[in-house]
């Protein structure tokens, strides 16, 4: 069975990759979601997930010196994968809508960031978080993902970083306007954690 779906299958296994008529964080609309969540809470299923970016990672040679992830979905990944490079891990949270780093945590001169988000959709929080650290004289190195849900990464072209996924499945996302669930009058869920700025 090839790598892809054998991560496919465990999405499926735990229910954690739904269909149905979903509001994203983002705000679009879809009929796919992937709830990392009901894979995460299982320890021995997260350490698994974790193990196998960290293999890509280490592969691929880069140094990292803190994990950084957008809080809450990132954050059960992101500490078990600088467990596993014996980096620091540490989370980002919104003030005021704004992506920032609370409770102390701090990025210091010349460290080398690596951001593990379970899924990336728009990349939107991935894009807030590397502009947080952007402020900072750390670098972020490279993005780490359980789930892409675009198989192409242009929307990170414009950083040059390295991208590490163990699923890339090319879900389609649509506005409200255009959403052919909301035409048909579909009940909606929204079971992002992010909360909308109005």
């Given amino acids: 069975m090839l790598q892809e779906d054998r991560f496919k299958k465990l999405f499926k296994q735990h229910k954690a990759l739904l269909n149905g008529h979903f509001q994203l964080s983002s705000g679009l609309h879809s009929n796919t979601y992937f709830q990392s969540a009901l894979i995460l809470q299982y320890p021995i299923q997260a350490q698994k997930l974790a193990l196998e970016l960290t293999k890509k990672i280490k592969y691929s040679d880069i140094k990292v010196d803190v994990v950084i992830s957008p809080a809450i979905g990132g954050i059960i990944i992101g500490y078990l994968v600088g467990t596993m490079l014996n980096a620091r891990s540490i989370f980002t949270e919104r003030i005021n809508g704004n992506v920032s780093l609370r409770r102390g945590f701090k990025v210091y001169d010349n460290e080398k960031v690596l951001i593990v988000e379970d ?45 590490f996924t163990l699923l890339n499945l090319q879900v389609k996302s649509y506005t409200q306007s255009s959403c052919p669930m909301c035409l048909k009058k579909l009940a909606i869920t929204k079971p992002g954690s992010r909360e909308r700025e109005k």
């Fill in 119 to 163: 899924v990336i959709t728009t990349g939107l929080s991935t894009k807030e978080v590397i502009k947080c650290i952007n402020k900072t004289k750390a670098r972020v190195v490279a993005i780490a993902a359980i789930v892409d849900r675009q198989i192409k990464n242009m929307k990170f072209d414009k950083y040059n970083l390295p991208i």
